[in-house]
Nanobody
């Protein structure tokens, strides 16, 4: 069974930044497409960003373009979601997922809470 673990969530003021981390002990993340999704209370889960393996092409939802970036640290076997200029509407549980190619992701983590509030 694949285990993905998200970390880095928390409470931040509007305009602030957070960096989420996705780690796995039983997958070499560089071999997989890694995506981030989020689910706010009462709303459906939505894709936020995804980065393919190999060419490293990345996709971002329109709502986060220019504010969020996604990157890999292969030495640490981690994928990061850097979130800047956070807005209250970014409040959600954020999940990372791995798969063969974006957006077909098969393995999911348990999520980390991000709350943007003053």
């Amino acid at each position: 069974q694949v285990h993905l673990v998200e970390s880095g969530g928390g409470l931040v003021q509007p305009g602030g930044s957070l960096r989420l981390s996705c780690a796995a002990s039983d997958l070499i993340l560089d071999y997989y497409a890694i995506g981030w999704s989020r689910q706010a209370p009462g709303k459906e889960r939505e894709g936020v960003s995804c980065i393919n393996s190999g060419n490293g092409n990345a996709w971002f939802a329109d709502s986060v373009k220019g504010r969020f970036t996604i990157s890999r640290d292969n030495a640490k076997n981690r994928v990061y979601l850097q979130m800047n200029s956070l807005k209250p509407e970014d409040t959600a549980v954020y999940y990372c997922a791995a798969g063969g190619a974006c957006p077909a992701l098969d393995y999911w983590g348990q999520g980390t809470q991000v709350t943007v509030s003053s």
